[in-house]
């Protein structure tokens, strides 16, 4: 049974800096791309970055230029680094792993930016 784990969430001040880790467990096969959606209250879920298996990537307009994403595939690893964190990057974030035959899903980590 696949397992997707995220940690480091939590509280932060704007301005700063969040680690966002997710491992993967169980046997998951042709892997097409992993990467991170949020949801915030009242709104839709929004993918926010993307990387493929061969390390394309994809982000939101809104974290381009302060989040990067990355992965290690052999381990089932995916990262997303957040910088310059605003007000309105508070949300629950959700990893993903899309393989040729499914998506799975994390519970979700908060991210709370606030002073």
């Known amino acids: 049974q696949v397992q997707l784990v995220e940690s480091g969430g939590g509280l932060v001040q704007p301005g700063g800096s969040l680690r966002l880790s997710c491992a993967a467990s169980?046997?998951?096969?042709?892997?097409?791309?992993m990467g991170w959606y949020r949801q915030a209250p009242g709104k839709q879920r929004e993918l926010v970055a993307r990387?493929?298996?061969?390390?394309?990537?994809n982000y939101a307009d809104s974290v381009k230029g302060r989040f990067t994403i990355s992965r290690d595939n052999a381990k089932k690893l995916v990262y997303l680094q957040m910088n310059s964190l605003k007000p309105e990057d508070t949300a629950v974030y959700l990893c993903?792993?899309?393989?040729?035959?499914?998506?799975?899903w994390g519970q979700g980590t908060q991210v709370t930016v606030s002073s």
């Open positions: 993903y792993i899309n393989s040729h035959y499914t998506t799975y």
């Open positions: 169980g046997i998951i096969v042709s892997i097409n791309a």
């Open positions: 990387i493929t298996t061969g390390g394309s990537t």
